[in-house]
């Protein structure tokens, strides 16, 4: 030891050796300058600390080198993909490996009879989405990232999006994984086939566990038959209860719409300041309803009259893609609008049953006003899954503190209401605390049980979801 | 202790009395004659013990007594549903308690507007169906046994059925359980939520767990509106490629068939033998097609277009319902008809990539021919999903032994091709040896850690699976 380094220096450079044993000089990263910049994902409030390393590897056998070191030195490893997560599970903690999977991004099969694909993990969603569209085929978890996200961060986090009411989440469409485990043994779950039952669903424990039980080196992903364009219909209210109500019907109804979307006043009053979109300003809830069936226009037809009756005052159904492609418009610039209106949001997560909606978007109101807050609310709402987005400047520390405190409130209201504290965006380091409120302490102790059969050393991404 | 007991009569004596501290006499059933008829499933070739007692409780708290007294005593518990499953999941053990679910039949709710139904374990999988279906929603889930079998039982063994093609497996229609736990303790997983992602996916672990992990004493299972009937398309083949072929034609074609089975050569003449169904004694293969879309003669349509393309010698459209039914009568007798052949049937249940089903039909017929057996293939074709059904006197130790034999290569022949030992059956007591060929050493040894997790005693159906 040259007597300018610290221990702690002999440790990393120790760390630092190892790594290069089993991977090139320019797939490890420790200019601190550098590795700062893999220390966060896209959430609020959420603490990270400085990563010793980051590591790319491209290959599998790289990849459990780095966890046959990462053990050995009991060291902790936080995988990343594009760190487009909004929960702060990829934060680095002081002294880990990072493990960004980018860098394997290569799309290894379609195939159209079995419709599957085989991906590497840092494949992004919108590159795996193109290429399966080339063979007439679909990908349907869609991510409001998906132009940047990876599907090893879909998998990390069962990330949802605006198919879902029809499609389903991420977990529907992962039959098969290769996972390196804790040590650096390779496992491969699931299956390449439609069906298959072979033991217990291991597969689906890892969809969502956010890197805390292993890393996914590939997965089997099940695709579907590319759907016609789907047509939009606008719908405008006059209370944010009418359009709670009419997305009841909707269901009730037995429609099945490809998209359900839900923007309150405050959304839209955001979305017309930034944008011009000429939204009347007395609109209460914008609701977009979607169908990409073969004869859509009946559908929109049938739904818009749900509407009306349960209180629509406009309705304006799409004649086709392009007019569709602008009433989508204002629901996808909400969040960078919400965002614009003081400079930060904390974007939250509940869902709950579709019948308990409207009592949701009443609580976020009452909430706001408690709180003296811009809260908008987006939702998928066909799902029941609510995005109440909570504006506030960070520079002011009181309004910071309302924001934290009413982001917590809004969850206690989803479990209140018989939802969950997460729908789509997971637990994280942001909403660890309210696990154990949504799961109760038997479940808890379960969870925990399985994260040590997985993790014994407690070094795959510790601090996450627990 | 009387002198004329047994230590071992002593020790189920002290477990019924145990047990009847928290259930009431008639839910506690000890005598022999009566237990021996819980003590196997439908599944050829499973050994099973003798129960020292069946207990059928009403209520969860009597679940919870039942395994706080076996995990108190160390003594094996058992649990079952109607005892339909294929693969001896549900076969007794010596001196354990069988504990069947049966009675635990009530449905507690079902909500149109989240699409959800909540059930008890003993529900008949006809009875929810009949019950949702007034409701205008659909429970898809359908095991050929779905008269008789248990919404409890599907959970565990994660049935498929007919539908599968087109609405998936039980997995997909599970949103949430209250699980007993071995030691007693309850536990709530999942949601009521269409979405939810709070903590790992013990949902999914626990189904087709086949009660190794916990008993489930209650589901909320998700719906989905109630689909057109479905119109049936019948296409004949001159050979069982030709057949297989069509079957990739319409997958590739991107059709959404809500019914894709096919009968071989044998299962025609079984069928034809039995029933004189007047089925063309040259035909090779009988392909059903069926779609449940607004326009389904379209449908029907381009897929017999695309069965001819592939070599269809005849192909016939149903016009309407009446009809379809008459169409899918063969395919329904066809079980029966191949146990008519010997007397007894062994059925497999191996899933491959559909891509590789000629393959799969071919080798089970050069197995037939190795091992001078008659097997029959009805298989779930759009799933690759094939029941290779052996028929055997069991009065002829060769024959049956030959028929054991072939069993075995069937499944070698399904891992070989890329598939699975079992699409929707379960592994039980009949697989378990060849789980460890399927999954591999790693594999198994994460699978065990998750049973040690969940089962520190080993007290819930043990020798199943592993």
């Known amino acids: 030891m040259s007597r300018f380094e610290t221990p702690s220096d002999t440790a990393t450079g120790n760390l630092v050796d ?11 990263l420790t ?77 290894l099969e379609i195939n159209p009879v079995d419709r599957i694909a085989v991906a590497e993990p840092g494949v992004i969603n919108a590159a795996l989405s193109r290429a399966v569209g080339e063979h007439g085929l679909y990908y349907p978890p869609d991510p409001s990232s998906w132009e940047m996200c990876t599907i090893g961060g879909n998998i990390g986090t069962a990330s949802g999006g605006l198919c879902c009411v029809k499609y389903g989440v991420t977990a529907e469409y992962v039959l098969g994984l290769d996972v390196v485990l804790a040590d650096g043994r390779l496992m491969s779950t699931g299956r390449r086939t439609a069906k298959g039952v072979a033991g217990y669903d291991l597969t689906r424990l890892f969809v ?60 839209v009053k955001a979305v017309n300041a930034m944008a011009q979109m000429g939204l009347p300003e007395s609109t209460e809830a914008l609701l977009l309803a979607a169908f990409d069936t073969t004869a859509p226009a009946a559908d929109l037809a049938a739904v818009g009259a749900l509407c009306e009756a349960a209180g629509a005052t406009q309705v304006v159904p799409a004649d086709d893609v392009a007019e569709s492609e602008l009433l989508l418009q204002a629901r996808r610039l909400s969040l960078t609008a919400l965002e614009a209106v003081k400079g930060v949001t904390m974007i939250d997560d509940v869902c709950v049953p579709r019948s308990r909606l409207a009592e949701m978007l009443e609580g976020v109101d009452r909430i706001a006003e408690k709180y003296r807050l811009t809260i908008g609310v987006v939702a998928h709402a066909g799902d029941g899954n609510t995005h109440p987005t909570v504006c506030f400047d960070p520079a002011d520390p009181d309004e910071s503190r309302r924001a934290r405190e009413s982001f917590d409130e809004i969850m206690a209201l989803g479990l209140e209401l018989g939802g969950t504290i997460t729908g789509e965006h997971g637990v994280g380091v942001l909403k660890k605390e309210w696990l154990a409120r949504e799961i109760g302490p038997v479940g808890m102790e379960m969870q925990r049980a399985v994260k040590q059969a997985f993790d014994p050393l407690n070094i795959l991404n510790p601090g996450k979801l627990f």
């Open 31 to 107: 200019d601190p300058d550098v590795t700062a910049a893999y220390a966060n994902d896209m959430a609020s409030f959420c603490p990270a600390g400085s990563p010793a390393v980051v590591v790319l590897p491209r290959t599998v056998e790289q990849v459990q080198h780095v966890m046959r070191t990462a053990t050995a030195l009991r060291v902790p490893v936080v995988p990343q993909g594009a760190r487009t997560g909004l929960s702060g599970a990829a934060n680095a903690s002081d002294g880990c490996i990072v493990l960004s999977l980018t860098k394997m991004d290569r799309i």
């Open 18 to 28: 190892l790594l290069l044993g089993g991977l090139p000089a320019e797939a490890v």
């Open 208 to 267: 969502g566990s956010e890197g805390s039980l292993g890393i996914v080196v590939g997965a089997v992903l099940g695709l579907r038959p590319k759907p016609p364009e789907q047509l939009v219909l606008a719908a405008e209210f006059a209370s944010a209860a009418a359009a709670c109500d009419a997305v009841c019907r909707i269901m009730e109804g037995g429609h099945v719409p490809s998209l359900l979307e839900l923007m309150d006043r405050t959304t």
